[in-house]
């Protein structure tokens, strides 16, 4: 069983940049696609961002796309986050995922992370 702990959530400003990360312990990371959600409040959880365990497939929401990118690190079993020219839409818990299947572009997960807290401030 795969577990995932996020850390580096925070504040940013709009048009800033911030890179957070998820790490994974137990299972077989190396094998999962990964996958980062994000919950604002008020709205329901929505996929952000997924990449497939070779690292060679990545996907993205269309609001997200060419903004953010999801970088993985098999070595170290680290998937990242990295927000470029980030929005106050932007502001929600980001939650980090592994799961087996991917059903356009979003990993169904078999497990979550707790979520981080990024806030973007205008």
């Known amino acids: 069983q795969v577990q995932l702990v996020e850390s580096g959530g925070g504040l940013v400003q709009a048009g800033g940049s911030l890179r957070f990360f998820c790490a994974a312990s137990?299972?077989?990371?190396?094998?999962?696609?990964m996958g980062w959600s994000r919950q604002a409040p008020g709205k329901e959880r929505e996929f952000v961002a997924t990449i497939r365990w070779s690292g060679s497939t990545t996907y993205y929401a269309d609001s997200v796309k060419g903004r953010f990118t999801i970088p993985r690190d098999n070595a170290k079993n680290t998937v990242y986050l990295r927000m470029n020219s980030p929005k106050p839409e932007d502001t929600a818990v980001y939650y980090c995922?592994?799961?087996?299947?991917?059903?356009?572009?979003?990993?169904?997960?078999?497990?979550w992370g707790q979520g981080t807290q990024v806030t973007v401030s205008s």
């Open positions: 995922a592994a799961g087996k299947i991917i059903v356009r572009g979003a990993i169904i997960p078999n497990c």
């Open positions: 137990g299972g077989t990371f190396r094998t999962y696609p």
